[in-house]
């Protein structure tokens, strides 16, 4: 069995990004994984602009506190002129500030005096500095500047940096065609009516959700039969179009578990078993130039196997450079008493006062305790747990 650390390192190291780019709209690029380095056009912002709602002036006039005429009006979206010595201009947040003029007074303090039909302003609290509530132009990015590298994944901030310097179109990696298969005769769609000793197929409805998380689409190819040509068929055949062929079952040992055998034979397996718990059956292989990810056919370990291991080698299909789960050290605020020669992944959530707790049910075929968890806690192999020792959490994020 190979330790987790161990078959990530070893996969991750295998794994090349599929071929292929494409262009996508910048407001549609959130979760996608750039196939080229942007740089910044332009200066960000692009004009010295007032940080708020009121005066704009020389510094050395607002010194004084004399009374000064309020000569121009500055919205944003406009194109002021010059403002002249010893006048004063009211400007609102994100106006350009003229030129003439190097500080901002907000509102509040500055005292105005109607004389006729000329406004004059004065400030009650002199600036601080000189450029005060002024934004400089180019103080958050300089034109040439690089924003990410490639094989940054990006984010909703990301893509508002982006839209920031004007870029309409983003360059990025193509997502993986991914075919998705569970295996074994006693699973019956949910829908369908259950016939003795049958049960309802959880694994590929769960899949094909955390598939969507992860932004790909995947083609549903079903349900194989246990038959050992029938599987080597579909599997040699999904491997022709797909970039990844992930089944839910048929990689254990037993007499029905022909996913392994097929895989073997059409291509070649380079891992399998993980000295994980749940997720001992986990196997990683190619049929061709396509990557072949085996789960286990237990619901639990299957999502907690795809959680640790498969969707970071999605990840990694999709360019992202360096894919890592977040993960954060708390407190334990529970025993465990009974170490285990595998390392193991508990389900469980932090509590009120910040600790670690576990869900009271850690069988693998409780599937409740993943809907009725909002992490992993990892516990290393051979390790009991006492209250207020540290370990590793894995929240699910979603």
């Known amino acids: 069995m190979t330790p987790v650390a161990e078959a990530l390192q070893q996969i991750l190291a295998e794994i090349g990004f599929v071929a292929g780019t494409e262009y996508v709209e910048v407001s549609q690029a959130s979760g996608r994984v ?114 990410f590298e490639s094989g940054h994944r990006l984010s909703s901030a990301d893509v508002g940096l982006l839209a920031s310097i004007g870029i309409g179109q983003v360059h990025v990696t193509r997502r993986p065609r991914v075919a998705l298969f569970s295996t074994g005769d006693e699973l019956v769609q949910p829908g369908e009516e259950p016939q003795p000793g049958q049960i309802f197929d959880s694994n590929r409805p769960m899949m094909r959700a955390w598939f969507r998380h992860l932004g790909l689409h995947v083609t549903d190819l079903g349900c194989l039969q246990d038959k050992a040509e029938l599987t080597r068929e579909a599997l040699a055949e999904a491997s022709e179009s797909h970039d990844l062929v ?39 292989g190619q049929i061709g130039d396509c990557y072949f990810v085996g789960l286990p056919g237990n619901p639990v370990s299957a999502w907690v196997t795809f959680f640790v291991l498969g969707q970071l080698i999605v990840r990694r299909l999709e360019g992202e450079r360096a894919p890592t789960q977040l993960k954060v050290k708390l407190p334990a605020g529970f025993h465990w008493p009974r170490p285990d020669s595998r390392e193991e992944f508990l389900r469980g959530g932090i509590d009120l006062q910040g600790h670690l707790q576990i869900h009271a049910r850690q069988d693998s075929h409780i599937l409740s305790s993943l809907a009725q968890s909002h992490g992993l806690v990892r516990v290393p192999a051979g390790t009991c747990v006492a209250p207020g020792d540290l370990l590793d959490f894995f929240p699910y994020r979603f």
């Not at 960000?44 to 709602?53: E, G, I, L, R």
């Not at 121009?72 to 006048?87: E, F, N």
């Open 34 to 147: 750039l196939a080229s380095n942007p740089v910044s056009p332009m200066a960000v912002p692009a004009f010295a602009n007032s940080q708020m709602d009121g005066y704009a002036g020389r510094f050395d006039d607002f010194q004084s506190y004399s009374f000064l005429p309020v000569v121009m009006r500055i919205p944003a979206g406009s194109s002021p002129a010059t403002l002249a010595p010893g006048a004063l201009a009211r400007i609102f947040t994100g106006a350009p500030i003229p030129a003439g003029a190097d500080t901002v007074v907000m509102q509040e303090d500055v005292q105005t005096e109607q004389r006729e039909s000329q406004l004059f302003a004065r400030p009650v609290k002199p600036p601080e500095a000189r450029g005060q509530f002024v934004r400089q132009s180019g103080a958050d990015l300089q034109p040439g500047q690089r924003l």
């Open 246 to 284: 992930l089944t839910c079952g048929g990689v254990s040992v037993g007499e029905e578990d022909h996913v392994k055998a097929a895989v073997s034979a059409l291509g070649r397996l380079s891992l399998w078993k993980l000295a994980m718990k749940p997720g001992k059956p986990f196997a990683f």
